[in-house]
C-alpha cells in the first residue's frame, strides 16, 4: 500500500475513537445485571477490527461531515455486529468454541447469557441511534438504515438463506451480499446520511460498499483455506469440514483471488470520483485485500 503509515496512525485513531464511546455507551458490568454485562463486554472489547464504524466515520469525513455526530450511527452497527457474531457462535449455527483466539460467548459464559447478549446488544444499537441528538429527520432515515440492514431483508435474511444452503452462483451472491453486505453498506450509507451526502453522492458510495462487502467476504473464504489459524484466531479449513458453499469452492483458489482484485480495484475507481478526500477510503480497500486475519 502507498500511504501505508499515515493509513494505519488514521484507522488507528479511528479505532480509539470507537473504543471510547463504546466504553461509555454500554452499561458497566455492575449492579444486579452484572452477568449480562460482563459477558456483553466481553464479546465487545475482544478485539474486533471495528471495520463497519470506521467506514461510517471514513464517508462522513470525507463529504465534510463532523465525525462526532456519526458515532452513535458507528457505534450502533459495531454492536449489532457483535451480536451477529455471538448469535453466529452458538451450536444452533456454526457451533464455533473460538472467536479471535478467545472462547465465544457461549463458551466462556454459558448459551442462554450469549442469546441475552445477541438481544440485548441489538436493543441497545437502536436505544443509543435513538439518542442522537442531530437532525430527527436524519436519525429515523440512519435507524431504518439500520433496521433494513439487520432484519429479514438483509444479514438475518442472508443468514437464514445461508442454512438453506445456496448452490447456485446468483443465489450465493446474493446470500452473501445481505449476510456479510447489508451492514457493510448500512455504515456507508449512514456516513452518507450523516455527512449530508448530495443525491448524486449516493450511487458512487454504493458501489463502493456493495463492492467492499463482498471483497471482504470473498477474502474470508480465501483466508479458510489459506489463512493461519493463529493469526485469525479461529480455525482454518471449516469450510471444507462442513462441505460449505464459499467463493473459492465455486471459483477455484486462484479465480477467487482475481475477483477479490477486481472488486478490490472497482471499489477503488468508483469512490476516487471524490479526489485526495478518498485516499482513506481507497486504501481500506487495499488494507482488507492484504488483511491476514
Ligand atoms: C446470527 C443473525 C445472525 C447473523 C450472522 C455476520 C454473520 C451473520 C455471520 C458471521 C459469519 C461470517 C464468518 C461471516 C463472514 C464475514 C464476517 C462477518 C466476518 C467477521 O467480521 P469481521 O472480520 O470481524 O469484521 P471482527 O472480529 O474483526 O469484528
Redesign the pocket.
Known amino acids: 500500500m502507498e500511504h501505508e503509515a499515515e493509513f494505519l496512525l488514521e484507522y488507528n485513531q479511528k479505532v480509539e475513537l470507537i473504543n471510547e464511546w463504546l466504553e461509555n455507551v454500554v452499561p458497566q458490568a455492575e449492579g444486579d445485571c452484572i452477568a449480562l454485562y460482563k459477558a456483553l463486554r466481553y464479546s465487545l472489547f475482544a478485539g474486533?477490527?471495528r471495520?463497519r464504524p470506521v467506514i461510517a466515520m471514513a464517508v462522513c469525513e470525507m463529504l465534510g461531515g463532523d465525525v462526532e455526530q456519526v458515532m452513535p450511527f458507528a457505534c450502533a452497527i459495531e454492536l449489532i455486529?457483535t451480536y451477529?457474531?455471538i448469535?453466529?457462535d452458538l451450536p444452533a449455527?456454526?457451533n464455533d468454541d473460538l472467536r479471535?483466539g478467545q472462547p465465544t460467548c457461549h463458551k466462556k459464559f454459558d448459551e442462554a447469557t450469549a442469546i441475552l447478549v445477541g438481544d440485548a446488544l441489538q436493543a441497545l444499537a437502536f436505544e443509543i441511534m435513538s439518542r442522537s441528538e442531530i437532525n430527527p429527520i436524519i436519525v429515523l432515515e440512519c435507524i431504518r438504515t439500520v433496521a433494513t440492514a439487520a432484519g429479514g431483508d438483509g444479514?438475518?435474511g442472508?443468514?437464514i438463506r445461508d442454512i438453506g444452503g445456496c448452490e447456485d452462483a446468483e443465489l450465493h451472491n446474493k446470500m452473501n451480499n445481505l449476510?456479510?453486505g447489508a451492514l457493510i453498506m448500512a455504515s456507508a450509507w449512514m456516513g452518507a446520511l450523516v455527512g449530508k451526502a448530495a443525491i448524486e453522492d449516493y450511487r458512487p458510495i454504493g458501489i463502493y460498499a456493495q463492492s467492499l462487502g463482498i471483497a471482504?467476504?470473498v477474502k474470508?473464504d480465501i483466508l479458510d483455506v489459506e489463512g493461519n489459524a493463529e493469526k485469525l484466531g479461529k480455525k482454518t479449513g471449516q469450510d471444507s469440514v462442513t462441505d460449505k458453499i464459499t467463493y473459492v469452492s465455486h471459483m477455484g483458489l486462484d479465480r477467487a483471488k482475481d475477483y477479490l482484485l477486481e472488486l478490490t480495484d472497482n471499489c477503488k475507481d468508483e469512490i476516487a470520483i471524490f479526489g485526495e478526500k478518498s485516499f482513506f477510503l481507497q486504501d481500506l480497500a487495499t488494507y482488507l485485500y492484504e488483511r491476514d486475519n
Do not use: A, E, Y
Open positions: 474486533g477490527k471495520i455486529h451477529s457474531l448469535h453466529d449455527m456454526d479471535r444479514m438475518v442472508g443468514q449476510k456479510t471482504f467476504q474470508d
